[in-house]
Nanobody
Framework: QVQLVESGGGLVQAGRSLRLSCAAS????????MAWYRQAPGKQRELVAT???????NLIDSVKGRFTISRDYSENTSYLQMNNLKPEDTAVYYC???????????????WGAGTQVTVSS
């Protein structure tokens, strides 16, 4: 129904930047929220950033001032700009979208497969 495809991960040195992209496609009537999560080895998945349909954003404290979430509404694509990366940012990053597939449907949550971000010290 709805597919989310992340891209932009990779291996970078501490202090460098990466931009992750998440392209949503399929049966999309509206997107209520787009978000990025991450999961480091041996840890639970955590919410990193959210972007609501009204444009409001939220980020966890550990990335404030370094990460920015944005969205291209025409392309149903969200971005996570990550600056001044730190080794503790190393994780698999997952895109999430809360989507209505029709005007009559309830909202559903969809996930991407994840993209690896590795930050070396």
């Amino acid at each position: 129904q709805v597919q989310l495809v992340e891209s932009g991960g990779g291996l970078v040195q501490a202090g460098r930047s990466l931009r992750l992209s998440c392209a949503a496609s399929g049966r999309i009537f509206s997107i209520n929220l787009m978000a990025w999560y991450r999961q480091a080895p041996g840890k639970q998945r955590e919410l990193v950033a959210t972007l609501s349909s009204d444009g409001s954003t939220n980020l966890i404290d550990s990335v404030k001032g370094r990460f920015t979430i944005s969205r291209d509404y025409s392309e149903n694509t969200s971005y996570l700009q990550m600056n001044n990366l730190k080794p503790e940012d190393t994780a698999v990053y997952y895109c999430n979208a809360v989507v209505a597939t029709s005007s009559m449907s309830r909202l559903r949550s969809f996930w991407g497969a994840g993209t690896q971000v590795t930050v070396s010290s």
